[in-house]
């Protein structure tokens, strides 16, 4: 008899939920709109309906599914099974999501960080499998990451360890959405590289972007587009990009001596326009005990991470 648990991806902007096999085979999916505005009644609401989504969709009883894992955003009491306040949730002040969940679907529950949860993810199904010292980073609007040491996730004392993309490469650095100033996520996130075009931009630095950008917000994706082109401001900003993720990869080899490294996230779809560089300045920079050893790869498990990350943590309930 096949066995099955349900992963959940909890984001700000949309919630996607898998029926997932022990080899972290995506049997159905479905994906729907969080509707975070709405608060968190209605966010829970649209996680429940996607369940019993799924589980029709997959034309099976519910007595068949083993536990529920969830990824959401933190921070959270992760032993609590308790979220509380993440930005892109508006009022989520200490929701006990796990006892709801308990309480509607009867079913072993399990709640992570989704960076955390990715990670394990990645680790099990994915780039890192079979390896016992291992991070997984995603870059994309912020840099978020999971870490797994001697094989098990490292979660910390509440569930919130390895928020890399707040660690400090710059004191003096520009404000991060945390509040804090010269974040790691400040300086190499996607928002932080259109951030980097507009300042230019504003300061009068000639560029194709406008014209690719139009009426729209400077995204990554245009920066990228521009320097496709040949344009040399955007070429600058990418290896900029590179040098600041190379900056803090550094740091994160001195401080988790892994054997892998696994990035994903939206950056990652340019990966061939960032990777010399982030690797070379890694390469400088970090320990070379701890260079000599580790490998930086392209994670493999690309947008459904999160969901199978959660399906993972549902197996580990178990």
């Known amino acids: 008899m096949a066995r099955y648990v349900i992963g959940i991806d909890l984001g700000g902007t949309k919630i996607a939920t898998g029926l997932i096999n022990e080899r972290g085979e995506i049997i159905k999916k479905v994906t729907m709109p969080t509707l975070a505005a709405e608060g968190p009644k209605t966010v829970i609401a649209q996680v429940k309906?996607?369940?019993?989504?799924?589980?029709?969709?997959?034309?099976?009883?519910?007595?068949?599914?083993?536990a529920i894992g969830v990824g959401a955003p933190g921070p959270m009491d992760v032993e609590k099974g308790v979220?509380?306040?993440?930005?892109?949730?508006?009022?989520?002040?200490?929701?006990p999501l796990h006892n709801i969940l308990l309480d509607e679907f009867k079913l072993p529950i399990g709640l992570e960080n989704d960076a955390n949860a990715a990670?394990?993810?990645?680790?099990l199904y994915g780039s890192g499998k079979g390896i016992d010292n291992?991070?997984?980073?995603?870059?994309?609007?912020?840099?978020?990451?999971?870490v797994v040491v001697d094989g098990k996730l490292f979660k910390g004392a509440n569930g919130n360890a390895a928020e890399i993309g707040h660690s400090t490469i710059n004191f003096e650095g520009p404000l991060c959405g945390c509040g804090?100033?010269?974040?790691?996520?400040?300086?190499?996130?996607?928002?932080?590289?259109?951030?980097?075009?507009r300042e230019g931009i504003?300061?009068?630095?000639?560029?194709?972007?406008?014209?690719?950008?139009?009426?729209?917000?400077?995204?990554?994706?245009?920066?990228?587009?521009?320097a496709k082109q040949g344009d040399d401001y955007a070429i600058e900003l990418i290896g900029r990009e590179g040098y600041f993720l190379g900056v803090g990869l550094a740091n994160m080899v001195n401080i988790f001596n892994p054997e892998c490294i696994a990035i994903g996230g939206g950056l990652t779809h340019e990966w061939d326009m960032f990777y010399d560089r982030m690797l070379y300045v890694m390469k400088e920079k970090a320990l070379k005990a701890n260079v000599e050893i580790v490998k930086v790869v392209k994670a493999t498990l690309g947008s459904d991470v999160g969901m199978i990350g959660a399906?993972?943590?549902a197996w580990n309930v178990l």
């Open 202 to 226: 504003k300061n009068g630095q000639k560029t194709v972007i406008k014209d690719i950008v139009g009426d729209e917000n400077i995204k990554a994706e245009h920066i990228f587009a521009a």
């Open 49 to 66: 309906v996607s369940v019993y989504e799924v589980i029709k969709k997959a034309s099976i009883d519910i007595n068949e599914i083993l």
């Open 119 to 123: 990670a394990l993810g990645e680790n």
């Open 83 to 95: 979220i509380k306040n993440p930005p892109n949730l508006q009022g989520w002040d200490d929701i």
């Open 180 to 197: 804090n100033k010269g974040c790691w996520a400040a300086y190499a996130s996607g928002s932080a590289l259109a951030r980097f075009a």
């Open 311 to 313: 399906a993972a943590v």
């Open 134 to 146: 291992f991070m997984y980073i995603t870059i994309s609007t912020g840099i978020g990451g999971g």
